[in-house]
Structures are given as C-alpha cells and as structure tokens.
T-cell receptor
Framework: DQQVKQNSPSLSVQEGRISILNCDYT??????FLWYKKYPAEGPTFLIS?????DKNEDGRFTVFLNKSAKHLSLHIVPSQPGDSAVYFC????????????FGTGTRLKVLA | EPEVTQTPSHQVTQMGQEVILRCVPI?????FYWYRQILGQKVEFLVS????????KSEIFDDQFSVERPDGSNFTLKIRSTKLEDSAMYFC??????????FGDGTRLSIL
C-alpha cells in the first residue's frame, strides 16, 4: 500500500538555505494533507496542513504547496535551522471520511551548521 | 502545554502473551488513534476511535487487537496473543477535531 510516497529518504541542507521536502500520492480521494516532524524517541509533531481546495498554506518558516493535478505536495522550510534536523512525514486523509491517515515513509533532513 | 502520555515507555513481553498499552489523551479531545512504526519503516495507521466506538481500522488491526476507553480518560490498545512481528513502536494520538493530531512519545513493544 504505497498511496503516499516520499521518494527521498534523506536530504542535507546548509543552515539558512531552503529545505524542500517532497511527497506524492496516488489516491485522488485524499482531500487533506499534513506534515509532521519527528525527533528520535519522540512522537510525530504536527507542523502544517493543507486542504485540497488550496494550493498553498504558510505558517512562519513553513510553507506547504499542493499540486492536485500532479498529486504532489511539498514542504518548504526557509530559512533552515539546525533544530529542523529530524524526520519529516507527510500524511493524507479523506476529511469527511472515517479519520484514517496514510503516512509516507519519511525524509530525514539534516541541516548543516 | 497539554500532552498525550503513553505508558509504559518500553514493554517486553513473551510471544503469545497479552499486552495492554495505555494512553492518556489530551482531556478535551474527542478523537483517538493508534499507530505503529516498525523499526525503520513508516508510521502505519491502526485504528481511529470516536464516540466510544471504532471509526476506522486498517487491515493490520485484526481480531488480535482491541481498543477501549474504559474510564473517560484512558485509551488502551490490547494485543491478545502477541507475535514476533508485533514488535514496534506504538503511538497514541488524539485530536479535538480532525485532521491535526497530537501524538504521544510512544511505547516500544519488544516481543521475545
């Protein structure tokens, strides 16, 4: 079941530069998407979300872009900070459904000082 | 800031034994979830729970699994007869409303 895919297992970025994390999905019924950050030995922490009726949502240094025709979303972090180093998961759900969330495999971001 | 708390942080159990993983969701939340993450793999949805009943469950959540909210504050996941492949991190999450969820720090379940 690969409905949500993150094809880059890892990414390294210099501090202060932009980090771009990508996510693809296959189920066109998904109508809400979320990004989570996860540190070792902790649970995922919600970062930002986007509804399928929008193409962009911004919260501070974090912006999520959604391209529905390509079934692709991305998370931009600007500027990247060493504390952003973590595993990032995208997740998708059908908001009017039964609250089932499908997670991607994660991308490990390393921000180099 | 309110947190989802999970106990124990690490549970070691013999194969075939029953195990109960406990979670205390954030107090005004209405929706509850269990997930698991096998080492090095993705976070997998197990079950969602609302209004004292299961809303959705995945194909992983077979008859060996059950959930309960016994007293209005705890939310438990029971695995009746554990198998080696049940070894994983189990995360509980809660939300006041979908979609955003607050996760606990997980229970590491090790089956011997």
């Amino acid at each position: 079941d690969q409905q949500v895919k993150q094809n880059s297992p890892s990414l390294s970025v210099q501090e202060g530069r932009i980090s771009i994390l990508n996510c693809d999905y296959t189920n066109s019924m998904f109508d809400y998407f979320l990004w989570y950050k996860k540190y070792p030995a902790e649970g995922p922490t919600f970062l930002i979300s986007i509804s399928s009726i929008k193409d962009k949502n911004e919260d501070g240094r974090f912006t999520v872009f959604l391209n529905k025709s390509a079934k692709h979303l991305s998370l931009h972090i600007v500027p990247s900070q060493p504390g952003d180093s973590a595993v990032y998961f995208c997740a998708a759900t059908i908001i009017s459904g039964t609250y089932k969330y499908i997670f991607g495999t994660g991308t490990r971001l390393k921000v180099l000082a | 800031e309110p947190e989802v708390t999970q106990t124990p942080s690490h549970q070691v159990t013999q194969m075939g034994q029953e195990v109960i993983l406990r979670c205390v969701p954030i107090s005004n939340h209405l929706y509850f979830y269990w997930y698991r993450q096998i080492l090095g793999q993705k976070v997998e949805f197990l079950v969602s729970f609302y209004n004292n009943e299961i809303s959705e469950k995945s194909e992983i959540f077979d008859d060996q699994f059950s959930v309960e909210r016994p007293d209005g504050s705890n939310f438990t996941l029971k695995i009746r007869s554990t198998k080696l492949e049940d070894s994983a991190m189990y995360f509980c999450a809660s939300s006041p409303l979908p979609p955003a969820q607050h996760f606990g720090d997980g229970t590491r379940l090790s089956i011997l």
